[in-house]
């Protein structure tokens, strides 16, 4: 074997041991946090999959949907705002698709604005909601509008 091809061989073999190690790392690291950050509220199916939503307040007040930004999840939306309209108003947080406990069914079709829409507007149909106030953060706002 010549001396190039046995050094190739060594620098794969550490490759694929350092790749290896940081999946397993991974793989015990999202254990961790979902065991540490379980699921807060109610699974709603979709269209391919499911949309975690919490569900606070008074159940005969007028509905808020607070949605998130970018790289977030429903607990941003109900600590900025949730606790404080929860007192007043039925307030309805989501998990958008592919963030917190929600799946993304279609992967990164699912990540469009009008197709994240058209998931939330499903779920709360399921759930009975028809009118409802949207109220919105970054990429959350892209989802409102759509």
């Known amino acids: 074997m010549a001396r190039w091809q ?5 620098a794969l073999a550490a490759a694929i041991a350092v790749f290896g190690s940081a999946a397993v790392y991974t793989s015990f690291g999202i254990e ?9 509220g ?24 607070l949605l998130h930004g970018s790289s977030a999840n429903l607990r941003d939306m109900k600590l900025a705002l949730g606790k404080q309209l ?8 989501i998990d958008r698709p592919g963030h917190g406990w929600s799946d993304r069914p279609d992967g990164l079709d699912d990540a469009a604005p009008d197709r994240q829409a058209k998931l939330i507007a499903e779920a709360l149909h399921k759930i009975g909601v028809g009118r409802a106030v949207l109220v919105a953060h970054s990429w959350g706002g892209a989802v409102a509008l759509a």
């Open 86 to 93: 929860s007192e007043r108003y039925n307030v309805i947080l």
């Open 32 to 40: 961790r946090i979902e065991k540490e950050n379980p699921p807060s």
């Open 42 to 65: 109610q699974f709603v199916d979709i269209d391919g999959g499911r949309l975690h939503l919490v569900d606070m307040g008074p159940t005969d007040a007028p509905v808020v949907v």
């Open 6 to 10: 046995h050094k190739t061989i060594i």
